[in-house]
Structures are given as C-alpha cells and as structure tokens.
C-alpha cells in the first residue's frame, strides 16, 4: 500500500474538501428557486433518511460531540437525530459554543437568495462561478464569519474593504492585504466604542 504525505496545512485542506462533499450530496442547484420558505436542500443519496442538508461546525479541525460523547456521523440522519453508538441519547444536541458566544444548538442552518439577503440588508459574498456551488464562493465560506476572508462575514458594505484583487498581486499577498484591511476596520470601530467619558470634578 502506497503511503501518502500530506504538506503542512494539507491536513485542513482534506477537511474543507470533505465537508464541501458532504455538501455537494444535497441539491444545491435548481431550474426556479423553490416558492417555499425556508429553502431545503434534499439528500441526493439513494436511501438516506435525512430531510435536508444542516450544517454541524467543527472546533477548530475536530468534530463536535453530542452530550452523548458521540460525533454527529454517529447520530442517525433522519429527523430526532438518535445516536447509534447509545441507547441513553435522544438525539443530536452539542453544547459546543461558537465564536459568536451562542451553542450550536441555538443555531439553524437557513437557505437564502442573494436578493433576499440583500433586501435584509446582509452581507452577501462574491459571485460563483458556476450555480451549483450555492452560497460556497470558496472554502472560507464554510468558516465562521470572523474568520473569513471575503465580504460575507463583514457586517457592512463591500466599499469598507477593496475586494479587488491587485494585478501585481499573488494569492498570499491578496489575502495579507485584506487581513490588514480587516485589522484597520476593527481596530477603529473598538477606538469609536471606547470614546472617554466627559471627566467630573468635585466641589472643593
């Protein structure tokens, strides 16, 4: 058997690569948007029981676990989600805390349009190249939002930051410079919240 190397970094790029799969096993593209709200994304594979696809986030590189111990592929796909490791778990439910200090059993996996998220007034990434890839406009489309490099994780216009990649530029440096940008934009807004407060001087 031949054994394979992975660079550095390859470890996490086979993850996204697999959690992108997962993905792509449901219908992601369609003729006419559905009229029904929300949208689903129904299973392609021949007998899975699952309703729709839902997104289970990782920590960090590592799977989740349900209060049962057990990981999500561990749980059955069909609506209640029991666990097939244990008889004593009555369904997929993590008390793993995201980014945005809620647990990830707050929060729900929901199908948007470009325009209805825009007529929201959310942020929204940039154009696909091809329709099937949804709302995936690369593998940080699947990070929390903090943590992306593109528009849809900043709450705000695209104008805040250059998306435009520079002809001179390289990948690396596109993504530095953004990161930067990012930096900058935080940076300003933690300065604009901590204002001083007006100082009060006692009688004498």
Do not use: W
Request: net charge positive; charged share 25%.
């Amino acid at each position: 058997m031949e054994r394979l190397t992975l660079p550095a970094g390859g470890a996490e790029a086979v993850d996204e690569y697999l959690e992108y799969r997962r993905y792509k096993q449901h219908q992601t593209d369609f003729a006419t948007v559905p009229e029904q709200r929300p949208i689903s994304l129904p299973c392609r594979v021949t007998g899975c029981q699952c309703r729709a696809y839902l997104y289970v986030p990782l920590n960090g590189t590592q799977p989740i676990r349900c209060r049962c111990k057990h990981f999500a592929d561990q749980h059955s796909a069909a609506a209640g989600f029991t666990c097939t490791a244990c008889s004593k778990c009555s369904g997929f439910h993590s008390c793993f805390t995201c980014a945005c200090g809620q647990p990830a059993y707050t929060h729900e996996t929901v199908v948007e349009t470009k325009q209805e998220r825009l007529a929201q007034g959310k942020p929204v990434g940039r154009a696909v190249p091809y329709a099937a890839m949804g709302g995936l406009t690369g593998f940080s489309s699947l990070a929390e939002g903090y943590m992306r490099l593109d528009d849809s994780g900043i709450e705000g216009t695209s104008s805040q930051v250059s998306s435009l990649r520079r002809s001179d530029e390289d990948d690396m440096a596109f993504f530095e410079r953004r990161y930067q940008e990012r930096m900058k934009m935080e940076k300003a807004a933690k300065q604009k919240g901590k204002a001083p407060l007006p100082s009060t001087s006692k009688p004498s």
